[in-house]
């Protein structure tokens, strides 16, 4: 969940700073990835790497939604 919670804020962050997402959602976007990422206790590293994509692009979708 670290690793979502991670890839989410950073790019929730990058479309604040970049004026396309509001201070006050940045929360909710990182929100919205943890409540479809689906938990995996011992990740491989391949895995985290894929999960920080997942989060980052998820961040877009919900812009975007």
């Known amino acids: 969940a670290g690793v979502v919670t991670n890839g989410a804020n950073e ?4 479309h604040f700073l970049g004026g ?7 929360v909710p ?3 919205a990835g943890l409540e479809q990422h689906h938990f995996d206790p011992t990740p491989s ?5 894929r999960l920080d994509h997942w989060a980052r692009e998820e961040v ?5 939604s």
């Open 11 to 14: 790019a929730a962050v990058e």
């Open 20 to 26: 396309r997402l509001s201070f006050h959602k940045i």
């Open 29 to 31: 976007a990182c929100r």
């Open 45 to 49: 590293l391949e895995t985290l790497f």
């Open 60 to 64: 877009m979708r919900w812009i975007h």
